[in-house]
């Protein structure tokens, strides 16, 4: 072979490699190896010999284990100066592709000869005998080498071979992928143009808020519903099928590529990690990452196996961008943030794609993904803004397909069976108690059942961790198993994804399917995914909307007003929102009289109170009448179902205000509260005095139940159970705030007067009285941020905790996992004589 193959291949007006000519060089015999992503990805081993680069391509690049022999073909001579080349060769030229110099040094024979002519000829002698035995003084490679020729591969067929010495191992040395010369990957490379943006979108930049990079945040979340619809104020993208994820880039290749749950994809995905590594911008982007299948459809399963480029081509299909260039651009509506992503990744690489929109018909878009085969589909709203770590009403899915994600809780195997295991038993996480759903038995080949064996070893344990041990045979659920089937549990830590028909009445899946493992979730995440019907609920589409109610019709109008400017909340999100919760707050509101805290024009406008309901009441509304101290007659209003609660929703009571007894006990309190109100205190200190709250009440064994106010402070509920009265309520109260004013006197006052408190946080027992309401548990408050009145374990009574973690856009999630936390302020009463008596006792 010589440089004349090389020059006839190539024209050098259109690519940048070195011209064919022969080079003299001095010292030592140099070698280089450059990795070459061409329509093939591969490595250029290169040695120096007569003034030129004798070559072989190494499809799978070099290997440092004795035991791997790597083919190595034979290719035409290059010029010496080649070994600096790294760039791009434009496509349609030979070899078009990206190039780094991945490894470089010098080297010699294995035997001992001296000089550099002498060694030359040697090795020329050498490959003329298709054996060469060197010695690798690299960056990357050292020690001993062979190159042989082989039978069998066609003429250039050649193997490369590391001998066993010193610098023998078993690592995979690939993995080193940045170039010697530049520190540069083959993505960086290819991207290290900076993308410009135009002047449009530079003006929209600027509407983003300063910030650092947002790293390890999570994404805004759809909520499911069970049909598509037709709005222009919507847009539609396909629903993929894959790992949700967000990357994290700065222009300095500073790069981390992280599951929803902030796990780690850097290396698992290291394709994606790297191109992203290469678009020196900084930026946040909001994906998921894919394998599309022949047929252009999305494959879990095979997303689920992937190891390697070999295992299909990975795409990262990005659908939002969150932050860019110090900007966060979560404030921006959708539409304004999809314009900006359509620039900033404009010329990515095609592993990476932004995700099409498409507007306008949501029920055809629907139908077409119908004939597609694909999972389902998404429905946006056009102007949303983007919520962090939300399940928001403006992302909104529509599954073509059932499926859920499950914790495998353990596995059976039958008598006789040669596989690993027969089934897998699965469950779902309901008010923090796994429950079963079923089993699963199909989905997964001999070798993935022998991989989930390896990970089931150590989670193995004597204990079902379900609520209640299952029957996980035919017959009722909750028989013992049959002596054929042997049962392992496992703890619940790993979570799949199945697929199924139906559900039963007892909740167990039909014809589930395996469908890979869901690496990205916990087990505490996979909770029952149940459709929001859009007839239960107001649609997203009419500014007027009638549902009928328990029975009665009420009239829901002007959906579209912003209830919460700030947070662009709207009325129909908050009727949306009352609608869902109301199994949880309708315990806490039946049969108390209501004080209507109405804000008809939102948050922002002038609030009023209103007690009497007499004139305004529907007919099928239940009221009490009752005469106040000042002999004044009124109608209250009573929150006994889900119509009186949406219309109380429709006056504008943006929250809910029940007093503290029901009409059976009028005089006598369900319980007694505590209502830290901070002035000039941070949150922290509000923290603190509701601990001591708890600290002391534990001394003297009562049960107390903290919450949120929603506003500024906290609120602590002491059961009573309609067995004390008001006065009787309100003195208890006092002995508990003095005892905690005694113990924090520096940020605390018992003064009434706001303005003898000296911006210290009051200490108020004084809500204790009749007729007297605090904002209830799980209502919504007037207040930026749709913040909630959200009861608490005392375990997350801590500092860092903040009302901002507790918002319209969260709320329904978590409540649906905790199940009602507030509960117990209805149950039994404590002995306030014997709790009195035991304060007085140990506090004096």
């Not at 085969?373 to 946006?380: F, H, N, R, W």
């Not at 009928?548 to 109008?557: A, C, E, S």
């Not at 529907?618 to 000042?630: G, I, L, Q, R, Y």
Request: proline share 5%; with cysteine.
């Amino acid at each position: 072979m010589s440089l004349k193959e090389y020059g006839k291949k190539r024209d050098f007006n259109k690519t940048a490699e070195p011209k064919a000519i022969k080079t003299k060089s001095t010292g030592k015999l140099h070698f280089v190896i450059q990795k070459h992503d061409a329509s093939r990805l591969h490595y250029d081993f290169r040695l120096e010999m007569e003034g030129v680069l004798k070559s072989w391509a190494v499809p799978k690049g070099p290997s440092t284990d004795p035991k791997t022999k790597r083919l190595a073909v034979m290719v035409e001579d290059h010029p010496f100066d080649y070994k600096n080349f790294e760039g791009i060769i434009p496509k349609g030229e030979y070899g078009g592709g990206t190039v780094i110099v991945w490894d470089e040094g010098t080297y010699e024979p294995i035997e001992k000869v001296k000089g550099k002519k002498a060694q030359e000829k040697y090795l020329l002698n050498q490959l003329h005998d298709g054996s060469l035995k060197i010695i690798l003084h690299g960056k990357k490679l050292k020690g001993e080498y062979a190159l042989v020729k082989t039978q069998g591969m066609g003429e250039n067929g050649w193997l490369l071979i590391k001998h066993k010495d010193e610098y023998a191992s078993l690592v995979d040395i690939t993995k080193k992928d940045t170039s010697v010369l530049s520190s540069q990957t083959i993505e960086q490379v290819k991207k290290a143009k900076v993308t410009e943006v135009s002047a449009e979108v530079n003006t929209l930049l600027k509407k983003g808020k300063k910030s650092k990079i947002p790293i390890g945040m999570k994404p805004m979340l759809t909520t499911l519903i069970d049909k598509p619809f037709d709005d222009p104020n919507w847009v539609y993208e396909v629903k993929w099928d894959g790992y949700r994820a967000l990357a994290f880039c700065l222009k300095n290749g500073d790069v981390q590529l992280l599951s929803r749950n902030n796990k780690q994809f850097n290396e698992k995905f290291y394709p994606i990690f790297r191109i992203l590594q290469g678009l020196k911008q900084d930026l946040v982007i909001d994906g998921e990452i894919l394998i599309i299948n022949d047929k252009g459809i999305s494959s879990f399963k095979d997303l689920q196996n992937w190891r390697s480029e070999e295992d299909g081509k990975l795409v990262y299909y990005v659908f939002d961008i969150i932050w860019y260039e110090g900007k966060d651009l979560t404030g921006l509506p959708l539409n304004v943030r999809q314009k900006i992503l359509a620039e900033v990744l404009a010329n990515t690489d095609d592993h990476i794609k932004i995700s099409k929109v498409f507007n306008g018909d949501g029920n055809k878009f629907y139908e077409a993904a119908v004939k597609k085969g694909l999972e389902g589909i998404i429905a946006k709203k056009s102007d949303s803004t983007y919520a962090k770590n939300t399940r928001s009403k403006d992302w909104l899915k529509i599954k073509i397909n059932k499926y859920q994600e499950v914790v495998i809780a353990g596995y059976t195997k039958n008598s006789g069976t040669s596989k690993q295991f027969s089934s897998l038993l699965l469950g779902v996480y309901k008010n923090n108690e796994l429950h079963y759903v079923g089993k699963v038995g199909t989905g997964f080949n001999d070798h993935f059942q022998k991989e989930l064996i390896e990970k089931f070893r150590s989670l193995v344990t004597v204990k079902s961790p379900f609520f209640e041990v299952p029957n996980v045979n035919k017959g009722s659920r909750y028989k013992p198993n049959p002596s054929n089937t042997k049962v392992t549990w496992l703890k619940p830590e790993l979570v799949c994804e199945v697929s199924f028909t139906e559900v039963t009445d007892d909740g167990v899946f039909r014809h589930p399917s395996f469908r890979g493992m869901r690496i990205d979730k916990k087990a505490k995440e996979a909770v029952r995914e149940v459709e929001i019907e859009t007839k239960g609920f107001l649609n997203p589409i009419d500014e007027t909307q009638l549902r009928k109610l328990n029975g009665h019709p009420l009239k829901f109008t002007h959906l579209n007003k912003l209830y919460w400017p700030e947070d662009k909340v709207t009325k129909r999100e908050m009727f949306n929102y009352y609608y869902q919760v109301a199994d949880y707050i309708l315990p806490h509101l039946k049969d108390r009289p209501m004080s209507l805290n109405r804000f008809p024009g939102g948050i922002n406008s002038k609030g009023f109170y209103q007690k009497d309901v007499s004139e305004i009441a529907p007919t099928w509304a239940k009221t009490f009448p009752h005469t106040t101290e000042d002999g004044e007659h009124k109608e209250y209003l009573l929150g006994n179902d889900e119509a009186t609660l949406l219309w109380m929703a429709s006056l504008g009571c943006i929250e809910m205000n029940p007093w503290f007894s029901r009409t059976q006990t009028i005089d006598n309190p369900d319980y007694c509260v505590i209502d830290l109100d901070p002035d000039k205190n941070t949150f922290n200190q509000v923290i603190e005095a509701a601990q001591i709250v708890k600290e002391i009440l534990d001394q003297i064994e009562i049960p107390c139940y903290a919450k949120t106010s929603g506003s500024t402070g906290m609120h602590i509920y002491i059961p009573l159970g309609a067995k004390y009265s008001y006065d009787q309520s309100q003195m208890f109260a006092r002995i508990i705030v003095n005892l905690v004013h005694r113990e924090i006197p520096a940020f605390t006052s018992l003064e009434r007067m706001i303005a003898n408190r000296k911006g210290k946080m009051y200490l108020d027992f004084l809500q204790n009285r009749p007729g007297a309401t605090i904002a209830c548990v799980y209502s919504l408050r007037p207040k930026p941020g749709a913040t909630v009145s959200m009861p608490l374990t005392w375990d997350e009574v801590k500092p860092g905790m903040t009302m901002g973690d507790f918002t319209i856009f969260n709320a329904i999630d978590r409540i649906k996992e905790t199940g009602d936390l507030f509960k117990g302020t209805l149950g039994k009463s404590i002995d306030l004589v014997v709790a009195i008596n035991k304060a007085k006792k140990i506090f004096g």
